[in-house]
């Protein structure tokens, strides 16, 4: 090994590898290494300028003599030495042994963090094992310039792993988890995880792969790419460790004022007239609404960005009766751009459309044979954009929904693709939050501020876009409700905390069933204890239409209706109920959204956010912390009239947890029994801090 110090770097060179390890902000570590002749440029994620770097390195001179030399004279006969470097930067230590194995430590209390995985020859441990299996491996994929990349590290008895992205399974900690590193309808891959051992680890790598987070190692698995590339974070609390996340990958805007209300949302409004029958329905009721959506299929053809004009004949005002009216009109849009659309020859032309490496380039085949637009490509970004600015925008449209932005390629034959950023296999996941930028960087150039667009997929560093980020097309079960709640809290540590559901589920409601009217009731008021609160779901069965094309043209329907009158008055007084909840809880919500703006701080998050010297805390995976002060419990399960709930202990003894239904005062530290009947989601509050809720 050859070590080489220079401008916060430690660089280290091993044959053809090339290695950095350099500070990154406060508390930071950032390792690359490539077996290029030079290390790709590329930041990722890591696109924000940090400071507060506290750096230094340290050698050591060890013993490196071989364990089987015995008697004195043999081990002089055959000494050696070798250095040991130390680089610090603030709360986090690398070791680097004389043979180039990784450890990690806190410098506050010098505990080890995490560990590289080598089985092989090792002087230093004196841990020999001749599997000759290494951490670091970068095999060359024949014929090409890149790798296939293996990442691995030492797996701890005991160690909890959190975040990582939205993933649809009943798990909160994901040790013992394989995810895919990649998107998909209701999956979003943010590698970013924390530990309760005290650090943060980002795989900053947009690549297709894998997370392999076993008991006897930890794995990461890209299939193509250019380099390795992490990000380690130490920290003494949780709280610390996201906050420097958020400093390194960027943090959201403030939201505005309409995103912390009521969403209305369907699929699908067909007509103007609809939408505006709607929202007047709403006030006539003197239910207090923020937005209201405009779904898919309200355009001529895919990628022509503009609405049907025998449908929505006078857009501009609708959308003014709209804002007379105090509700925030949402238009959908999607990548996709059909071969038959007035745009297409052009965006083809100028390269603006993804590139397929062998076969017919046709991604999806829905309602017309279409393309994704390459939202990689700067010029394709700005085109989309000005073609939506144009057809929206200046009509008074201020809000995008960004659907499909994995995007949902059918089916998901990753090495099929090209972009302008280069092959899908190295830079898939980064379409999303490229798809986002597009928009933002559009909105931003108008002069708007606060910035919000919903987009159904996303990546690290996605927030700095105004992603309000949603779980995609999940089922209308409790059984899926259940994981949604996972789902919100993983992604918000993983930095995207604008994130939502589809209330009552997207697919397979019914508006008659019984079973479904109580999955509504629990979903609603979960939902209002949601980072943003939107109610939307396909509920059949669907409308028939007059006719099945128009113009060549094929024609979409709508689904059963999804307003909140629409279950009967039981469950009516009872989303009432939660509606009024939400508006008594704005100026808390918005207190938590400045602080999530200003310091990364989740909106939602685990109940060891908030209470980490809770050792208990860490086991609770059913309930959360709404904001500093709220604890919630959703319920997700049919027929329950009561529940229990862990109440984390306070650090000020003298502080009490308040059950907000009941007012009855417990201490914290116990489990104890809530009221949940199918009006009550159980919620507890700080005494100290004397919210209201019920």
Not at 335 to 358: C, H, Q, V, W
Not at 441 to 448: A, I, L, P, V
Not at 633 to 643: D, F, H, R
Request: with cysteine; hydrophobic share 35%; glycine share 6%.
């Amino acid at each position: 090994m050859y070590f080489e110090e220079k401008d916060n770097c430690l660089i280290m060179r091993n044959n053809d590898e090339i290695m950095y390890l350099k500070a990154w902000g406060k508390n930071s570590l950032r390792f690359q290494m490539t077996r290029a002749a030079e290390m790709d440029a590329e930041d990722w994620a890591l696109t924000e300028s940090v400071s507060g770097a506290d750096f230094k390195i340290e050698k050591e001179e060890v013993d490196m003599t071989e364990p089987f030399y015995h008697t004195p004279e043999e081990i002089e006969k055959h000494k050696q030495t070798g250095v040991i470097y130390y680089v610090t930067n603030g709360k986090i230590k690398a070791k680097i042994d004389p043979e180039g194995v990784i450890s990690y430590y806190r410098t506050t209390d010098n505990a080890l963090l995490t560990k590289e995985y080598w089985r092989n020859r090792n002087r230093i441990d004196r841990f020999c094992v001749p599997l000759r299996v290494d951490a670091r491996e970068m095999k060359p994929i024949i014929g090409t310039t890149d790798y296939e990349l293996t990442m691995r590290f030492e797996a701890f008895e005991g160690e909890k792993l959190f975040g990582l992205g939205q993933y649809q399974e009943n798990c909160l900690d994901k040790k013992g988890c394989v995810l895919e590193l990649a998107h998909r309808n209701s999956q979003s891959s943010v590698p970013f995880m924390i530990s309760n051992r005290g650090y943060g680890f980002l795989w900053n790598n947009p690549a297709i792969g894998t997370v392999t987070l076993a008991n006897n190692k930890t794995e990461w698995y890209a299939k193509s790419t250019k380099k390795l590339d992490y990000l380690i974070i130490a920290g003494d609390t949780p709280a610390e460790i996201e906050e420097q996340f958020a400093n390194c990958t960027g943090k959201y805007p403030m939201i505005p004022e309409f995103g912390i209300g009521f969403w209305q949302c369907k699929l699908r409004y067909r007509t103007q007239e609809e939408v505006l029958k709607v929202a007047r329905e709403y006030k006539k009721r003197n239910l207090p609404i923020d937005v209201i959506v405009i779904d898919f299929f309200h355009w001529t053809r895919q990628g022509e960005f503009k609405f049907d004009p025998h449908e929505w004949p006078n857009p501009e005002e609708m959308v003014k009766e709209l804002k007379e009216m105090d509700i925030e009109p949402v238009v959908s849009v999607w990548p996709t751009i059909d071969e038959k659309s007035e745009n297409f020859g052009e965006m083809a032309s100028k390269g603006y459309l993804i590139k397929s490496d062998r076969g017919v380039l046709v991604n999806m085949t829905w309602m017309g044979n279409t393309i994704f637009y390459d939202a990689t490509h700067p010029g394709a970004r700005e085109f989309v954009w000005n073609k939506c600015k144009e057809n929206y925008y200046d009509m008074g449209i201020k809000c995008f929904w960004l659907d499909e932005a994995e995007p949902e390629y059918g089916p998901y034959d990753f090495d099929l693709y090209r972009y302008y950023k280069g092959t899908a296999l190295q830079c898939s996941n980064i379409y999303p939050l490229m798809y986002a930028k597009g928009f933002y960087d559009g909105m931003e150039k108008e002069g708007q501020e606060n910035i919000l667009n919903l987009v159904r997929a996303a990546w690290v560093g996605s927030q700095k876009y105004g992603v309000l980020a949603w779980s995609g097309d999940i089922h209308s079960s409790f059984a899926a409700m259940k994981m949604q709640v996972q789902a919100g809290l993983s992604m918000a540590l993983a930095g995207i905390s604008w994130w939502t559901s589809d209330i009552g589920g997207f697919l397979g409601g019914d508006n008659k069933s019984p079973e479904f009217k109580e999955l509504m009731a629990r979903w609603f008021a979960w939902g209002a204890f949601c980072p943003v609160f939107r109610l939307h779901g396909e509920r059949s069965p669907y409308y028939e239409r007059d006719v099945e094309y128009r113009d060549n043209i094929r024609l979409f329907s709508s689904a059963q209706d999804n307003e909140v009158w629409t279950w009967g008055e039981e469950i009516y007084e009872i989303l009432k109920q939660f509606m009024l909840i939400r508006e008594k809880l704005r100026s808390y919500i918005r207190e938590s959204m400045k602080e999530l703006h200003e310091k990364g701080t989740p909106v939602i998050r685990p109940l060891w956010y908030d209470f980490n010297a809770d050792k208990e805390a860490w086991n609770v995976e059913d309930a959360y912390m709404f904001g500093p002060d709220i604890l919630v419990k959703p319920i997700t399960e049919a027929g329950v009239e009561e529940t229990t709930v862990y109440l984390p202990a306070f650090e000020n003894a003298s502080d009490e947890w308040v059950e907000s239904r009941t007012g009855k005062t417990y201490a914290g530290g116990q489990v104890v029994t809530a009221v949940a009947d199918l009006g009550t989601i159980p919620v507890f509050t700080r005494k100290s801090k004397n919210i209201e809720v019920y």
